[in-house]
């Protein structure tokens, strides 16, 4: 079974400050790699998905996302955050070699953006 | 076009006591998933709908757990007796297809407490 780690359970920045979310999956032959973001007081929502092509994703919000296969990595980047950033991103990974697109999730990483 | 909806939004009982959480799939969903996070963990897969059938329960955690999809429209997950572990946020989340080209929507989640 597929597995999700998130080194970084919380990641201060400043605003207008570069940032990194870091998410790295167990590996499998092909995957199809997720971001989701919580902010408070809402549902998950998809920020954006790998599921084949250019390794480069771009999702909403200027949030983009590298698939690197040879570190089995899927880190998140934003040239630079706002305040209304902050919130909490979950990585998220579907193995359909093992017979389910049902995505295995990560612990979640806070992003808290300050002034 | 209304989200998933999940109620109720908080609730705090006491151990033994019985609890059971609505959702509510967006209209058309044939796929609806019940994921659970305890505090500070993973979103962790409990089960997964195909209109009204459990296509994929591996993860509910005992007997303790009941889900039920009648008509394949709504859904309710049961917890009787509650135990303390049981505490967490419990998310609903329903799309129209399966496989990753079909987007997973997410309702804001139940808060459990289990006291």
């Known amino acids: 079974a597929q597995s999700v780690t998130q080194l970084d359970s919380q990641v201060p920045v400043f605003e207008e400050a570069p940032v990194e979310l870091r998410c790295n999956y167990s590996s499998s032959v092909s995957v199809y790699l997720f971001w989701y973001v919580q902010y408070p007081n809402q549902g998950l929502q998809l920020l954006l998905k790998?599921?084949?092509?250019?390794?480069l994703v771009k999702g909403i919000n200027g949030f983009e996302a590298e698939f690197n296969k040879s570190q089995t990595s899927f880190h998140l980047r934003k040239p630079s955050v706002h305040i209304s950033d902050t919130a909490e991103y979950f990585c998220a990974v579907s193995d359909p070699s093992g017979g389910s697109y049902i995505p295995t999730f990560g612990r979640g990483t806070s992003l808290i953006v300050h002034p | 076009e209304a989200g998933v909806t999940q109620f109720p939004s908080h609730s705090v009982i006491e151990k033994g006591q019985t609890v059971t959480l609505r959702c509510d799939p967006i209209?058309?969903?044939?796929?609806l998933y019940w994921y659970r996070r305890v505090m500070g963990k993973e979103i962790k897969f409990l089960l997964h709908?195909?209109?009204?059938?459990?296509?994929?329960e591996s993860g509910m955690p005992n007997n303790r757990f009941l889900a039920e999809r009648t008509g394949g429209t709504y859904s309710t997950l049961k917890v009787q007796p509650a135990e303390l572990e049981d505490s967490g946020v419990y998310f609903c989340a329903s799309s129209q297809g399966i496989g990753p080209g079909n987007t997973i929507y997410f309702g804001e989640g139940s808060w459990l407490t289990v006291v």
């Open positions: 209209s058309g969903h044939d796929n």
């Open positions: 790998y599921l084949s092509g250019s390794t």
């Open positions: 709908f195909v209109k009204e059938s459990k296509q994929d």
